[in-house]
């Protein structure tokens, strides 16, 4: 069953349009990868499905038009967004950012710690205060908490040192065998994303080029869409 649909996703800022016409779909528990070279859309097609800004073309979560609706609502919806750059509540603690995205459901701030057994060991220091690789594993703990439908994690492991860095794809893994959780990944890491995903959607200056099983992305197509 869909549970995201995009289909023709337009957006600007201001006078500049940045995309063109963006097809994404991601099924009930299935992972799917959006990715692309810097500047190709993809974060500016987050902003369109969590509704920070405005966008034309289809958008809907398991059939609901999300285009009426403030990103609060989205998000009430079933879409939880791990940002770009973390984002943490810096003065608060550990267990103050969980339990102030606290939405019923299986996530708890024990759950979480099961995941990422840090910030159960961490869950009294503020979170300004924690390295960037805890303060990742919070602002993925804290979108969990929403008990969202969607995860969607924009470049959630950049920047960290490499064994953060498999922590963070190892809970992912986790996350797809053992929750069924539906997540949109952006990530440059195509060895690791190849281990989780089962689609990828590439975008290129702001539109969908290619749409497939990760298996099948040969090396002409990701030198042409994906390399540096």
Request: with cysteine.
């Amino acid at each position: 069953m869909t549970l995201l649909e995009v289909r023709d996703l337009t957006a600007s800022y201001g006078v500049a349009q940045a995309l063109f016409g963006v097809d994404v779909t991601v099924a009930q528990g299935e992972v799917v990868a959006l990715m692309g070279r810097n500047g190709m859309g993809k974060t500016t097609t987050v902003k369109a499905i969590c509704r920070m800004i405005t966008s034309q073309g289809t958008l809907r979560l398991s059939g609901t038009d999300l285009h009426p609706l403030p990103s609060h609502k989205a998000a009430r919806l079933g879409i939880g967004l791990v940002p770009e750059g973390r984002r943490c509540f810096r003065d608060l603690t550990v267990e103050e950012n969980l339990i102030a995205a606290a939405r019923p459901g299986e996530w708890t701030p024990s759950t979480i710690g099961g995941l990422f057994p840090r910030l159960t060991e961490r869950k009294n220091q503020i979170a300004a205060s924690l390295s960037g690789g805890e303060q990742q594993m919070l602002a993925i703990g804290r979108a969990l908490m929403t008990n969202p439908r969607l995860l969607i994690l924009d470049e959630a492991t950049e920047g960290l040192a490499p064994i953060v860095r498999q922590e963070i794809w190892s809970a992912i893994a986790r996350l797809k065998r053992e929750t069924g959780t539906s997540i949109l990944l952006i990530d440059k890491s195509v060895k690791e994303l190849s281990q989780v995903a089962d689609r990828a959607v590439i975008l290129a200056r702001g539109k969908t080029v290619w749409a497939g099983s990760f298996a099948d992305i040969t090396p002409d197509i990701s030198e042409s869409y994906i390399g540096v």
